[in-house]
């Protein structure tokens, strides 16, 4: 638990980080979104901060909540629910004046519980993942739908599709001609 408790501290310190380094760059971004594990058809809450290294370069620190789910397996009555934090970069592509797709990539360390309630026994499953997938989003003022579909690549490969909307901070003035 100390080893999670630490990658907990670690991502938070990131997120914190990307918001402070905002100043310089002027620019953050802040996400909210619906979640779905497609493989183990888990429903979650995404909360992320993306900051803006430039116009099309973003990275941020994602941290997916993915609530309880019970079923019955062979095993008998089981409850999974899990827990991923991300930290992942996109490159805005625009297609035309408000539409931009975005290829991502990026790591995760997720943690995966499962509680069977004949036994009462709870087992916990703790990895790394690489993260590859793809976007689209719509700007639309400081505030942007987007979604986004993700493949995780380690211990479990998984997949993932995600929607939700990014509302954008900007410290300062920007740059003439600036349309991000």
């Known amino acids: 638990m100390k080893n999670f408790s630490t990658i ?25 979104a619906a979640t779905r594990n497609l493989g ?12 803006h290294f430039s116009e099309r370069l973003i990275g941020g620190v994602e941290i997916n ?24 970069f996109h490159y ?8 931009r797709l975005y290829p991502l990539t990026g790591i995760s360390r997720t943690c995966e519980r499962e509680y ?3 036994k009462r026994e709870t087992v916990y499953d703790r990895f790394w993942s690489f993260n590859t997938g ?4 719509v700007a639309m003022g400081k505030c942007s ?20 909307l990014s509302y954008e901070l900007e410290w300062g003035k920007r740059e003439k001609g600036s349309s991000h």
């Open 65 to 88: 909540r993915y609530f309880p789910v019970k079923r019955m397996e062979k095993h008998g009555l089981t409850e999974m629910s899990a827990l991923d934090l991300d930290f992942n």
């Open 145 to 164: 739908p987007h979604a986004e579909y993700m493949f995780t690549w380690g211990h479990i490969n998984q997949r993932f599709l995600l929607v939700g």
């Open 40 to 51: 183990h058809r888990l429903n979650g809450l995404n909360i992320s901060s993306f900051y």
């Open 8 to 32: 907990k501290g670690f991502f938070t310190t990131l997120l914190l980080l990307s918001i402070y380094c905002a100043g310089a760059q002027k620019m953050v971004s802040i996400d909210l």
């Open 92 to 99: 805005m592509l625009p297609v035309s004046k408000t539409v």
């Open 116 to 118: 069977n309630f004949a």
């Open 134 to 137: 793809a976007g689209v989003q």
